[in-house]
């Protein structure tokens, strides 16, 4: 009896890193050739099981590409949660932006199918993610707008729409960065920042960021 | 005699403007729906025709899709050539960013179809759009270089990074553009080009743009 703890333990913790793995394949998968002309079989053959072993992990291909939005969904509520809170609006756009920038370079399979296909979603998966964006929107628009009532930020601008320049200038990594490319994440994270905070910064203002 | 030359242009014209109103509607269609997911049953039904009839303007899907790309490579030629010239770098990177923005907005579906499917084109079709699209990259990063030269332009920046930071805060449009929101194109396209240009103007630099 004392034995069956720890191997039950451990089975659980292979069937935990078994899924994690084939989550992982299908990201890559989908972000290749698109969600809907990835079949289940493709998935299964790139993690070596059979299709009907797969069915012990996930219960469909849609579960799958749930799993996958969902961790970016959660990685992005980590990027905000984990951001700065001192220094200026400007201070806190840069640490928005950078942190944001490096989870996009070193998930960029996931970050791709995020992009793409989430309109492949059933309509209430679709509304939770779009939701999940809209977090994100919201609170970068919040820091414009902070800006704005402390000086740093231009005060004509449209916290809407430079949100949506910044997040774009963010979001089009995955269309262009790979890993073998001439920059670190760290350089293409800062020169992002800089960017972004040049693009709405106020000329007056004299804080650093 | 005399009658058939233009009762043969008038079915041309015909047949030409069914043709452009076929590729309209696969836009339409890729663009809500994803390439993969769609038949070419779906566009017939779109522009009222039976499937059989569709076959005779156009070959396939795919074909569909490559003439949607086509035409948003060429207005993206078309704004190209059409950009301002005289002035400084900034003020020719201010007409490129106007220029693109106003023609994504105008041309959501196309470019939405543009931005995710082009993947789903074989091998030859594929490095043909790639192709343009490094036409677009390069000549954006020749103005910022230009900008450099003549010290309009952060001499630190990265003319690849700040290309792609500005072509991807512009592309992003089509996630989030509709025409019945807040702000017109004109709006958009002024604000967009301020926030691109003052991202990478040299902070000494007192020419206007």
Redesign the interface.
């Known amino acids: 009896m004392t034995d069956t703890a720890p191997a039950s333990g451990r089975r659980r913790r292979d069937s935990v890193d078994r899924r994690k793995e084939i989550i992982d394949a299908a990201a890559a998968i989908f972000s290749?050739?698109?969600?809907?002309?990835t079949s289940i079989r493709d998935v299964a053959e790139a993690v070596d099981i059979l299709k009907g072993s797969l069915y012990y992990y996930v219960k469909s291909k849609e579960e799958l590409l749930f799993e996958v939005i969902q961790e970016v969904h959660q990685g992005g509520l980590a990027n905000l949660e984990g951001g700065r809170r001192d220094g200026s609006a400007l201070d806190r756009i840069r640490s928005f932006v950078e942190r944001h920038i490096t989870y996009n370079a070193r998930n960029l399979a996931k970050m791709t199918v995020f992009?793409?296909d989430f309109?492949?979603l059933g309509p209430e998966l679709r509304a939770e993610i779009i939701e999940a964006r809209d977090v994100y929107d919201r609170h970068l628009r919040a820091l414009i707008a902070a800006g704005q009532a402390e000086g740093s930020v231009r005060a004509t601008?449209?916290p809407?729409?430079?949100s949506?320049?910044?997040?774009?200038?963010?979001?089009?990594?995955y269309?262009?960065y790979r890993p073998e490319g001439?920059?670190t994440i760290e350089?293409?994270a800062s020169?992002?920042a800089d960017?972004?905070v040049?693009?709405?910064?106020s000329p007056g203002w004299t804080g650093k960021a």
């Open positions: 290749e050739k698109g969600y809907a002309a992009l793409h309109r492949s601008i449209d809407r729409l430079a949506f320049s910044i997040l774009g200038s963010i979001n089009w990594t269309q262009w001439p920059n350089e293409i020169e992002f960017m972004a040049n693009s709405v910064r």
